[in-house]
Antibody, heavy 119, light 110 residues
Framework: QITLRESGPTLVKPAQTLTLTCTFSGFSLTTRGVGVGWIRQPPGKALEWLALIYWDDDKRYSPFLNNRLTITKDTSKNQVILTMTNIDPMDTATYYC???????????WGQGTLVTVSS | QSVLTQPPSASGTPGQRVTFSCSGSSSNIGSNFVNWYQQLPGTAPKVLIYTTDQRPSGVPDRFSGSKSGTSASLAISGLQSEDEADYYCAAWDDSLNGVVFGGGTRLTVL
């Protein structure tokens, strides 16, 4: 069974750096073709893709986040870490990680973690 | 504003067939597979349709997907009350070099 779980701070101050961790089980990020992505959802709004990392360390980022994102993986811990700099209240959202599978689908998803940006 | 365009809402009565549209461009839907996600209230999204028209195991055949040109569609037949949810389309965008989502369609079962 594949599971993913997001963890990180629930409250962040503006201008700080947000670090989120996705801890997964049931698959390995050393397996060819496997990836993990981050997606966020502001309260009451739509899903927004943030970043992807693949088994070969290929990384992709949303062009709409102005180079604020860094995604890394720790295969020994089965973790993917997302860092977002210069946090703003508009970054308040539920952040999800999900496995990136064949044909590009995100499946399954973690339960999500709500991050609130406020001073 | 989302790259893929979806109507914000849809509704139907039990047993009815409803369809959702997802409009994109040649760099996303026009040249790549489309995936559809269902998000029940208060839960994480789950994949409903992948590779434009494939259902994961466990998804009823009441759900179907299709694509024509730069638009995709999700159809639900035999509508049930438990289908009340938000539905999102997504695709890879070759120009943006990333994943793009639609703004989502909220389905209300009357």
């Amino acid at each position: 069974q594949i599971t993913l779980r997001e963890s990180g701070p629930t409250l962040v101050k503006p201008a700080q750096t947000l670090t989120l961790t996705c801890t997964f089980s049931g698959f390995s990020l050393t397996t060819r073709g496997v990836g993990v992505g981050w997606i966020r959802q502001p309260p009451g709004k739509a899903l927004e893709w943030l970043a992807l990392i693949y088994w070969d360390d290929d990384k992709r980022y949303s062009p709409f986040l102005n180079n604020r994102l860094t995604i890394t993986k720790d295969t020994s811990k089965n973790q993917v870490i997302l860092t977002m700099t210069n946090i703003d209240p508009m970054d308040t959202a539920t952040y999800y990680c999900a496995q990136r599978r064949g044909a590009g689908r995100f499946d399954p998803w973690g339960q999500g973690t709500l991050v609130t940006v406020s001073s | 504003q989302s790259v893929l365009t979806q109507p914000p809402s849809a509704s139907g009565t039990p047993g009815q067939r409803v369809t959702f549209s997802c409009s994109g461009s040649s760099s996303n839907i026009g040249s790549n597979f489309v995936n559809w996600y269902q998000q029940l209230p208060g839960t994480a999204p789950k994949v409903l349709i992948y590779t434009t028209d494939q259902r994961p195991s466990g998804v009823p055949d009441r759900f179907s997907g299709s694509k024509s040109g730069t638009s995709a569609s999700l159809a639900i037949s035999g509508l049930q009350s438990e289908d009340e949810a938000d539905y999102y389309c997504a695709a890879w965008d070759d120009s943006l070099n990333g994943v793009v989502f639609g703004g989502g369609t909220r389905l209300t079962v009357l």
